[in-house]
């Protein structure tokens, strides 16, 4: 059974740090490609990074620059670093397999408020 648990959210106020991480289970994780993406209500999921098997990287421009994607597939666990976050950040961060590719079962999300 595929699942995928992400943590580390929180609120945070402008300018600061968090580190988000996505423990997948119930697949061979190191084939995988996988992306972080956001989601504020009444808009679409976006994808904001995403990392190759071999650790390339893409990031949307709203945040390159200021998030860092990386994975250890030691641990099934793919992070999302997020640097001089702004209040536009303020979102529900996921991890998947990033489009156009059949998306893995969604978890549950982690909720990142920016605010002062």
């Known amino acids: 059974q595929v699942q995928i648990v992400e943590s580390g959210g929180g609120l945070v106020q402008p300018g600061g740090s968090l580190r988000l991480s996505c423990t997948a289970s119930g697949i061979i994780f190191r084939n995988y490609v996988m992306g972080w993406y956001r989601q504020v209500p009444g808009k679409q999921r976006e994808l904001v990074a995403r990392?190759?098997?071999?650790?390339?990287?893409n990031y949307a421009d709203s945040v390159k620059g200021r998030f860092t994607i990386s994975r250890d597939n030691a641990v099934n666990t793919v992070y999302l670093q997020m640097n001089s976050l702004k209040t536009e950040d303020t979102a529900v961060y996921y991890c998947?397999?990033?489009?156009?590719?059949?998306?893995?079962?969604w978890g549950q999300g982690t909720q990142v408020t920016v605010s002062s």
């Open positions: 998947n397999r990033p489009v156009p590719t059949t998306p893995l079962p």
């Open positions: 990392i190759t098997t071999i650790g390339s990287t």
